[in-house]
């Protein structure tokens, strides 16, 4: 038996406290999500308290199935249901026209709404037995890493949340791609577990990469910092990593090194710790976080990421690296 199956009374009342306005951490298939009723506003600024998050960031709604699109958005094109047919429950979040149902409370007053069913167990049972959108951002305080399991929420977040549900480790370990469709072009506003390859064979059309997505470019002035970890973090090319990490280590730094290609030789000398990380972009994402949330546990003084490969699988990857070295830590 799966060890993170939950019972249905637990479900229940999970169900019950949203309907009452409070708020429930779950897990979906990407990242732990912290929800509340997203047709109550006063339940939606408990989600804001709990982050601290700014009030104009806009929220995801879940939702249970495809259809329930409608109830949420208007004015919806072709191409989102071509795209909800073909990816939903899955890792992908649609930014439409939001329908009058949606409270201002969850779109930071925009006219847009992002839209997502998840495909876990867990959130899908949630959701039926809700019977409800549940407005969900990550389960993390606002800017920090995203939780990949209940553990990761409860260090973060404990007595704050409503009820926490453990699903276990999340099987993507990174956040939906989100697609915009509120124009005559479709734009990614955040490289995620989907591809944009898959989006566009989809659709049969070019999807518009915003600066952010975009692997080449380097962090500039205008990422805004995010999914940063306490733990202030470099990223450099594999031929330069050592160098800097041996720079450090003889300043008195204790350095973490997050290695993709083969550096064991290196593995552990004196003030650095070598982390291991994954040859697939897919297994990289999923252990991203876990990794992330175990070096801050550790306490370095700094990280030294390696400069993943500048492929498109990757993109995702890359774009949370950036922003989690743009922190302003160092
Ligand atoms: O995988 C995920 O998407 C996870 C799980 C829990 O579903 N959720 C998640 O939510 O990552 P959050 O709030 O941490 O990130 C959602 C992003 C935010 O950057 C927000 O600005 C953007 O989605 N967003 C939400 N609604 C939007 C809208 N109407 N227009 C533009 N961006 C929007
Ligand atoms: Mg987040």
């Known amino acids: 038996m799966n060890p993170y199956t939950i019972p249905n009374d637990q479900i229940q009342a999970a169900a019950v406290l949203l309907r009452s306005g409070e708020t429930v951490a779950f897990p979906t298939e990407t990242v732990y999500g912290l929800g509340a009723d997203a047709s109550n506003p006063l339940a939606v600024q408990k989600i804001f ?15 249970a199935t ?18 909800a047919t073909a ?52 389960a993390n305080r606002f800017g920090q890493v995203s939780p990949t399991t209940a553990q990761h929420v409860h260090d973060k977040l404990g007595s704050k949340v409503g009820m926490l549900l453990d699903g276990g480790p999340c099987r993507i370990g990174v956040e939906s791609t989100i697609v915009s469709l509120t124009h005559s072009q479709s734009v990614l506003l955040r490289p995620g577990g989907l591809s944009i390859e898959a989006i566009e064979n989809t659709i049969n059309k070019k999807v518009l990469l915003t600066q952010a997505a975009t692997p080449k470019v380097r962090a500039s002035g205008t990422l805004d910092s995010h999914y940063a970890p306490t733990t202030p973090i470099e990223i450099h090319p594999a031929d330069e990593l050592w160098h800097r990490a041996h720079q450090l280590a003889k300043l008195g730094y204790k350095v973490a090194v997050l290695k993709i290609s083969d550096g064991s030789k290196y593995i552990n000398s004196s003030g650095i710790k070598c982390f291991q990380m994954p040859l697939l972009a897919d297994e990289y994402g999923h252990d991203l976080y876990a990794t992330l949330h175990r070096i801050d546990h550790i306490n370095f003084d700094r990280l030294l990421a390696e400069t993943p490969p500048a492929t498109q699988e990757w993109i995702a990857i890359n774009d949370r690296l950036r922003r989690a070295a743009h922190s302003g830590h160092s």
Do not use: C, M
């Open 49 to 63: 308290e709990i982050k601290g998050r700014p009030l104009y960031h806009p929220l995801i709604v879940h939702i």
């Open 66 to 83: 495809t259809a329930q699109l409608s109830t949420w958005a208007q004015n919806i094109p072709d191409d989102a249901w071509r795209l």
């Open 87 to 138: 990816f939903w429950p899955g890792p992908l979040t649609l930014i439409l026209q939001r329908s009058s149902k949606v409270p201002n409370e969850v779109t930071g007053g925009q006219d847009t709404v992002g839209l997502r069913v998840p495909d876990h167990p867990i959130a899908t049972a949630l959701l039926h037995a809700f019977d409800g959108g549940i407005a969900a951002p990550s």
